[in-house]
């Protein structure tokens, strides 16, 4: 259900606390301010099919916007808040957003990630004031407190970055339902997940991430509150499981690992047995974290591996991963299937590209038919990958052992080579040049540069810093090479194509898996 449902029941309960800044908002509140939002954009000619953008840190006015977005009928874009502005203005171009809500710290770049877009005019600004932004508040003030007329349900497309570089658009149909519906897409995992009107969940990472997102306001649509982080930090998120008798949380591997390195006395001295259920998605979790995780927060972890596109989804359970350890579950959405590189089905225990065969769900990549062709089967359009490598076992369960597409994850966010390739080789001593990930013992990987120079120019750790600071000034910090080694020449095939495996190879050599 939606946030009036809940505010006609309980419209004093919170739906939202903010861990750290104190802010909240209850039911009602949140009901208010969402169709306020909705009937300002109402005002501006928005109607339903059109796109706005959110481009912000966790902050109460992340759920105010989605919801507003939702009831609007609009497609809502979160927008990564560490893009540099042309990074984000592209994403704002493609989309074709025409209202954009950033927040005062981010202002700066969003007054220049705009100027990509000039439809993208009706743009508030939460926290200041600023040229070219209405203030947020003024707007909401100014509007009615009273649902539009009709109240389609939109949807959130996510931007996901591929080997090209450029990120694309994930956009999926309207559903035709209205904000008082039930989305069955989605319901089952919200189930599963056992979410009804006492869930207390705890969003520990940024919310312009899909997963988080999804949880927080999955939460909501079943009545309960959400008490958000501005940022992971472990002490803290054990101290708010105490305090706020926390239920849900949402995780990601690396924070599982940072939890795992407190002193056992820090560990100790909070009380974490109000959680029923933690989450954990967006990078494989090493085995022996996982095991060491259930001996402490007992069996409350859950796991699923599926991707933004939602072509398919596997899921596990805790006590089905202690029988298959290193499993990510079994399929519930769509049909796991397993083929070599000529597309043909492989034996149980065979590794090869891992599909999704789902026929109700079509994938379109937003003005992007050569991405959507080439994550298509050779042979079965219905049949998605996401790029990994793995194997099923006789009994249906999903391992996976690689990643087709080279794409690093570092600290549960996905970072693209190619990306930041074409950022680095225009830079002037590089002849060539080739991103890969490394084992890091915090994140998981890490992003490494390796550079190929110019002829007459000389290795040097002055030239390696530079080289970083050069990304960093162009790219988001946490795409730019944390280090850069040098070669005296790339490994590069006949037809001009990057061996980069024999690279990646050198770095993992010793660890029991590419996938940290």
Not at 144 to 165: A, F, I, N
Not at 284 to 306: A, H, N, Q, S
Not at 452 to 459: E, K, P, S, Y
Request: proline share 7%.
């Amino acid at each position: 259900m939606y946030p009036g449902h809940w505010a006609a029941r309980d419209p004093d309960k919170l739906a939202l606390v903010m861990i750290g800044e104190g802010g909240a908002l209850t039911n009602l509140e949140l009901e208010s301010r969402s169709r306020r939002l909705a009937q300002y954009w109402n005002g501006k000619g928005l109607r339903p099919g059109d796109h706005v953008a959110i481009f912000a840190e966790n902050t109460p006015e992340y759920f105010e916007v989605y919801w507003a977005a939702m009831r609007s009928g609009f497609y809502l874009t979160p927008v990564n808040r560490y893009l540099q502005a042309e990074e984000a203005g592209y994403i704002l171009s493609n989309s074709g957003a025409r209202s954009l809500i950033a927040t005062q710290t981010l202002a700066s770049v969003a007054i220049e990630a705009l100027k990509q877009n000039p439809q993208c005019i009706h743009n508030l600004l939460v926290g200041g004031e600023t040229a070219g932004f209405d203030p947020y508040e003024q707007a909401l003030a100014s509007a009615p407190d009273k649902p539009l007329p009709r109240e389609p349900r939109g949807e959130v497309m996510v931007y996901s970055s591929g080997t090209t570089g450029r990120p694309k658009g994930i956009k999926r149909p309207l559903s035709g339902l209205t904000i008082d519906q039930e989305y069955k897409p989605y319901s089952p995992v919200l189930r599963l997940l056992k979410n009804d009107e006492a869930t207390r969940m705890l969003v520990t990472a940024p919310l312009y991430h899909t997963a988080p997102l999804g949880h927080a306001v999955g939460a909501q649509s079943f009545g309960g509150g959400v008490y958000c982080m501005d940022k992971f930090d472990p002490e803290a998120a054990l101290a708010a499981i105490e305090h706020y008798r926390i239920t849900h949380a949402y995780w990601v591997p690396t924070m599982f690992v940072r939890l795992l390195k407190l002193p056992d006395e820090v560990r100790r001295r909070y009380d974490i047995s109000s959680l029923e259920v933690s989450i954990h998605t967006a990078a494989p979790c090493p085995v022996d974290v996982k095991k060491r995780m259930l001996d402490w927060f007992g069996p409350t972890i859950y796991e699923y591996y599926g991707g933004s596109e939602f072509t398919g989804l596997t899921w596990a359970d805790p006590l089905d991963w202690l029988k298959h350890p290193g499993t990510v579950g079994k399929a519930m959405l769509g049909i796991v299937r397993v083929c070599d590189d000529a597309g043909a089905v492989l034996e149980p225990g065979q590794n090869g590209t891992i599909y999704f065969e789902n026929a109700s769900v079509t994938l379109r990549y937003h003005e992007d038919p050569d991405k959507t062709t080439s994550v298509q089967h050779p042979e079965h359009a219905d049949w998605t990958t996401l790029g990994d490598v793995g194997y099923l076992d006789a009994e249906g369960w999903l391992y996976l052992t690689d990643r087709k597409t080279f794409m690093i994850i570092a600290g549960g966010v996905n970072i693209y080579p190619q990306e930041i390739e074409d950022c680095l080789i225009q830079h002037a001593a590089i002849e060539d040049v080739a991103i890969i990930g490394v084992p890091n013992a915090d994140l998981g990987e890490e992003v490494k540069a390796v550079v190929q120079l110019r002829q007459g120019v000389d290795a040097t750790p002055a030239l390696a810093a530079d080289i970083i600071a050069y990304a960093r000034t162009r790219i988001a910090h946490f795409k730019a090479p944390r280090s850069v080694d040098f070669v005296a020449e790339l490994p590069r095939l006949p037809t001009g194509k990057l061996y980069k495996r024999l690279l990646r190879d050198q770095y993992w050599a010793g660890h029991d898996s590419k996938l940290a």
